[in-house]
């Protein structure tokens, strides 16, 4: 149980990353693509203000949230003024210079040795995990809310307008710039904040936990979840991290060979059904328009097919690791989302 | 004059050791560069191709016991007909489905995923090392270097100057020039995109082949040899200028000479971390233009 709740409580912060990837990219049109960077900054300096300067859970994360904004600014600051490429290329070296860092700054961050332990906030004994958890809820319930308002807000259309059209939007008279800077700097801040709030989860840290696979299944969760849409990162999240991470590897019965095959079975189809998805239905499960009423039909079907392709896609690998003569071997995984209903308006 | 002879010979070791580790860099720099000159976007699923020429060199070198020298072409030529098939089977529909540069990215991150963890799941993520040829040692003003550097090294340079030579004196390469410059009018000219793309595709891919071959030789081979080194890659071809061979030869000859001094000096990873922070910088100095 405690592990189902630290798997829940994983997915709440990957939904976070989605909505603040979504706000960037989704609403902003600037492609971070150096997620795991804002994340592992958040985390590990959590975890080294707690640790080493003994700091407590208030203080470390007044100096994280300054000590992000710092850093988010600058990033902001160098890439986004570049073309959408470049923009993606600066973040992605961004990453991978947090990464490096934590690994050389031995002094700071103990190294590949890792770090720990961060303790919870709020001990309240065994309910510890639960509270947190709750405190979780509500600030990711909150994060999709203030989405789901700028989506109706003029700030939220000046923004899908600058992502279509930066030059007509300054031509207008918005200080473009200005918005692009607050809402990056913005939804950077959250990102670090949220790995600031999962390094008590993780409790030990380690280097290997900054990669980029981490960037990419947000980045994969949004785009199939439907990248313009104000549910689609949530929705995406669900689909992927909670059918593939919690479904599966809590409940599938899978033999402990098999078991160590699973989290490379998972991002084969996470990359099988990233390209199904740009290539057949670039919008994702729920395009821009997609009223609200609708968007609870398609989940249920979406998350269905899409649990039965995992479902399938491990019957396949269970099948070739234990041949049985009768075993089809053609029998791949169908990753193609279903399209219930037409959404062109 | 110890301290002006001992910064000489440091110089010295650096450019050499530089040039002697680049040619991995410079191959896989080199064919990047053309598939981002001619289709516009950035395709993370090259570094597979990395990854994939080491393993067909070792399935050739270990399991069907060639020499390496002789595993070498054909595990090159075999990258370049995968090279192919990923332009064939997954890029040509989706630009003809209209998917956008800024989402064909996403798509060859994507590919990138299939083929390295289909790669695991198929060879497992154990390191494999190829079986080396007997190498001679030669020392040389000081430093020393071995024969599989050498040859490294002229073979990177001969394929350097033929690709060179190919783009800038040949038909194919006016063609090739015409069609990532202005496609309609290359088209209404006659030139067939699909087939001169393919070639491309082709070349790109062997390049990669044998960036992953040495690369692996050099180290080991593994499965995420490809991704760790597709960063750099992009890097030193963006600021080469895209299109470029011989500023992506250039590149990456200094990026190599660059990593080897801070590593005299400090640890590798700091070398790392120096590149790709002045990458930023820089792209930052250019500006929104281009890339």
Known sequence: MAYFIFSLSLLLIYLGLALALHVQFGMLGVANFGVVGFWGLGM?????????????????????????????????????????????????????????????????????????????PLRIGDGTEYLYFAVLVALVVGLQMLVLRLHKSPTGRLLQAIRDNEELCASLGKDTIRVKMFWFVGASVAMCLLGALSAPLNQFLTPNMIVPSVTFAVWIALVLGGKEHALGATVGVFVTFGVFDILIETYAPVS???????????????????????????????????PPEEVWSRIKSGAITSFAAAQSGVKTLQATVNPKPKSSQDDKPDTTPSEPGDDKT | MIEGEQFLSFIIDAIFIGVLQASPLILAAMGFTLIYYLNGFINFGYGEGITYG?????????????????????????????????????????????????????????????LRYGLILVVGAENVFLDEPPIAFFTFAGTG?????????????????????????????????????NPDLAQVSGINPHRVSIYVWFIAGSAAGLAGIFQG???????????????????????????????????????????????????????????????????????????
């Open chain 1, 44 to 120: 590990y300096a959590m975890a080294v203000f707690q640790v080493q300067l003994d700091l407590s859970f208030v203080d470390a994360f007044v100096l994280v949230t300054v000590l992000s904004l710092a850093i988010s600014w600058l990033i902001g600051w160098l890439v986004l003024r570049l073309d959408p490429q470049a923009t993606l290329c600066a973040t992605i070296a961004f990453a991978a210079i947090v990464a490096l860092l934590i690994v050389t700054e031995k002094w700071m961050t103990m190294g590949v040795v890792g770090i720990g332990t961060i303790r919870y």
């Open chain 2, 54 to 114: 080491a393993y067909f060199a070792s399935l050739l070198n270990l399991t069907f016991g060639f020499s390496f020298y002789v595993s070498i072409l054909p595990a090159a030529l075999m990258t370049g007909g995968l090279s192919v098939l990923t332009y064939l089977y997954v890029f040509r529909p989706a630009i003809q489905r209209g998917v956008k540069p800024s989402e064909l990215i996403i798509l060859s991150v994507g590919l990138s995923f299939v």
């Open chain 2, 145 to 181: 270097a071995t024969s599989l550097q050498f040859i490294a090294l002229i073979l990177v340079f001969t394929f350097a100057f033929n690709l060179y030579w190919v783009i800038y004196h040949t038909g194919f390469g006016e063609k090739v020039r015409g069609l990532a410059d």
């Open chain 1, 256 to 290: 402990p060979e098999l078991a160590v095959v699973v989290p490379n079975l998972k991002l084969f189809l996470y990359g099988l059904l990233l390209m199904a998805v740009l290539v057949y239905r670039p919008t994702g499960f729920l395009a821009p328009t997609t």
């Open chain 2, 217 to 291: 030789v050099f180290a080991l081979v593994n499965p995420l040899m490809g991704w760790n080194l597709i960063l750099i890659t992009v890097m030193v071809s963006i600021i080469g200028g895209v299109g470029s061979v011989r500023g992506a030869l250039f590149a990456a000859v200094v990026a190599g000479i660059l990593t080897a001094a801070i590593t005299l000096i400090t640890k590798p990873l700091y070398a790392e971390v120096a590149l790709l922070a002045a990458f930023i910088v820089i792209l930052w100095r250019r500006g929104p233009k281009v890339v």
